[in-house]
């Protein structure tokens, strides 16, 4: 480890870069821009007190729950809409 590195006790912020011979398991590879942003998010979130946020789920039934949770949720908000209209004019 770098000697100034292990002498600072503060929160560390790990970033994973792809380097040749090393395998992130769970990281999504993305670009140096994507990965600047998400760490300057967390770093925004470490200076305000918080726990940085996980990115985007890499799990593609992850996403597909959030895609089917939207629909059921808009079925839900079309359901109660044409209820109120109902109880209005009906």
Same mark, same amino acid.
């Given at each position: 480890? /770098? @000697?100034w590195l292990s002498a600072y006790r503060g929160q560390r912020l790990v /970033? @994973?870069?792809p380097l040749e011979g090393w395998t992130w398991?769970?990281?999504a590879?993305?670009?140096l821009r994507e990965l600047?942003?998400?760490a300057v998010g967390a770093i925004r979130q470490?200076?305000?007190g918080d726990l940085p946020r996980a990115g985007l789920p890499s799990n593609p039934w992850a996403i597909a729950?959030?895609?089917l949770g939207g629909l059921f949720a808009?079925?839900?908000l079309i359901g109660l809409f044409a209820l109120l209209v109902s109880s209005l004019f009906g």
């Open positions: 480890m /770098v @000697p /970033v @994973p870069q398991p769970g990281a590879t993305r670009s600047a942003e998400e470490m200076a305000e729950g959030y895609v808009i079925q839900l």
